[in-house]
C-alpha cells in the first residue's frame, strides 16, 4: 500500500500564492501578515452576515 500526499500549498487571503512544495518530501515556510487576513475580514465581512438562527 502507498500512500500519496503533497502539492502542499500556502495562499494569502486576496488569494496570492505564498509558496509551495511538489510531490517530494520537503518542508514549506513562510511568512503570514495577519494583519492582511484582519483587513481582507473587513472587505469581505462574511461573518458580520451570519445569521446563526437560521442554522439548526
Partial sequence: H????GN????NPN????GHLDDKEGV???HI?????DQQRE???VF?????HLYK
Fill in 2 to 5: 502507498t500512500s500519496y500526499a
Fill in 8 to 11: 502542499s500549498i500556502v495562499i
Fill in 15 to 18: 488569494g496570492e500564492i505564498l
Fill in 28 to 30: 514549506l515556510t513562510t
Fill in 33 to 37: 501578515d495577519i494583519d492582511l487576513v
Fill in 43 to 45: 472587505y469581505i465581512p
Fill in 48 to 52: 458580520k452576515n451570519l445569521k446563526p
